[in-house]
């Protein structure tokens, strides 16, 4: 099992840009394919991006894709997601995830039952 812990929220301007990052500790983190999730106030936890063990493979919600990019350094066991462009919209409590199926980011994104979690990094942005 992996163990994460979630960095980089904070309060940023709409417009604005924020670096999320994950490290991990347990497990080879190289093995797992990781995964981005967020969840607003009174809301259902939601995916937000995912990457292949090897970054080969990216995927993004629609609601990321243009804004948000989701990197790996396996060789600091971290998993990043740089956040650009800013919209209220985007406040919630980032977690992040690692699963050994990168596939079951893809197939299903609105499953949240899988993988490891860590303890979540709140980000707000200010309109």
């Known amino acids: 099992q992996v163990q994460l812990v979630e960095s980089g929220g904070g309060l940023v301007q709409a417009g604005g840009s924020l670096r999320l990052s994950c490290a991990a500790s347990g497990r080879t983190f190289s093995a797992y394919a990781m995964g981005w999730f967020r969840q607003a106030p009174g809301k259902e936890r939601e995916f937000v991006a995912a990457?292949?063990?090897?970054?080969?493979?990216?995927y993004y919600a629609d609601s990321a894709a243009g804004r948000f990019t989701i990197s790996r350094d396996n060789a600091k066991n971290t998993v990043y997601l740089q956040m650009n462009r800013l919209k209220p919209e985007d406040t919630a409590v980032y977690y992040c995830?690692?699963?050994?199926?990168?596939?079951?980011?893809?197939?299903?994104?609105?499953?949240?039952?899988?993988?490891?979690w860590g303890q979540g990094t709140q980000v707000t942005v200010s309109s």
């Open positions: 995830n690692a699963h050994l199926n990168y596939n079951d980011y893809v197939v299903d994104p609105l499953r949240t039952d899988f993988g490891s």
């Open positions: 990457i292949s063990s090897s970054s080969v493979m990216k």
